[in-house]
């Protein structure tokens, strides 16, 4: 699909750290929408996402956002309704009617909760050394896993019967859950979903750890 951003020869620009699952997916998304994107890592140690002209654009200090064409946008969930609602096929990704919206959102609540607190939170224990129960969020990683290889079992796809913003958004920090020390030996048919969204066309990886992949 043309975009306004290719037309113009303006790039959204994408505000990251490289090894954020949340910016993963908005990468992702931009890769498989085909929208010309360049992204800013920021030096979050030394406080880059704390600046003044970051807080502009993400007010809570935190990644990923963009800006696109004047628009500033924060929050992964949010920047991905954006992008394909601006740029993509919504109906396809985000949902053709109410119920189909709705399947998408409660996995879309899933990546805010049930994610964010089992394999992203124990990923955020042994990579970045956060003050976090990393027992607990183990524990909680692999409840959501059992969860998702029974219905995955049975379903190609998280919400619908084709790939959705669901699957994008849940994609990231499951697939490098092994780096937070979360096995996905397990859950086969978790693993067949990765590989379904990465023979994607236009798939982007995110960088895995040497150490601890």
């Given at each position: ?192 979903w990765l590989g379904r ?14 150490a601890l992949a």
């Amino acid at each position: 699909m043309a975009n306004a951003n290719a037309r113009n020869g303006m790039p959204v620009k994408l505000y990251r750290h490289p090894k954020s699952g949340h910016c993963h997916r908005v990468e992702l998304m931009l890769a498989l929408l085909d929208i010309p994107y360049e992204t800013v890592d920021l030096d979050m140690e030394n406080g880059a996402h704390k600046a003044p002209d970051y807080l502009r654009i993400s007010p809570l200090g935190q990644v990923p956002a963009i800006e696109d064409n004047g628009v500033a946008l924060s929050d992964s969930n949010a920047i991905l309704i954006y992008l394909v609602e601006r740029y993509g096929d919504a109906a396809t990704w985000w949902g053709a009617d109410p119920v189909e919206k709705a399947q998408v959102q409660r996995w879309l609540s899933i990546a805010a909760g049930e994610i964010a607190y089992g394999p992203c939170a124990a990923r955020l224990v042994t990579l970045f050394g956060a003050d976090l129960d990393h027992a607990r969020a183990i524990a909680k990683a692999h409840s959501l896993l059992a969860v998702m290889e029974t219905h995955l079992a049975k379903h190609d796809w998280l919400a619908l019967a084709r790939p959705t913003l669901a699957d994008i958004a849940g994609y990231s920090y499951i697939a490098h859950a092994p780096e937070g020390g979360v096995s996905l030996s397990p859950y086969p048919a978790v693993q067949g979903w990765l590989g379904r969204i990465e023979a994607l066309p236009r798939f982007v990886g995110m960088a895995r750890s040497p150490a601890l992949a």
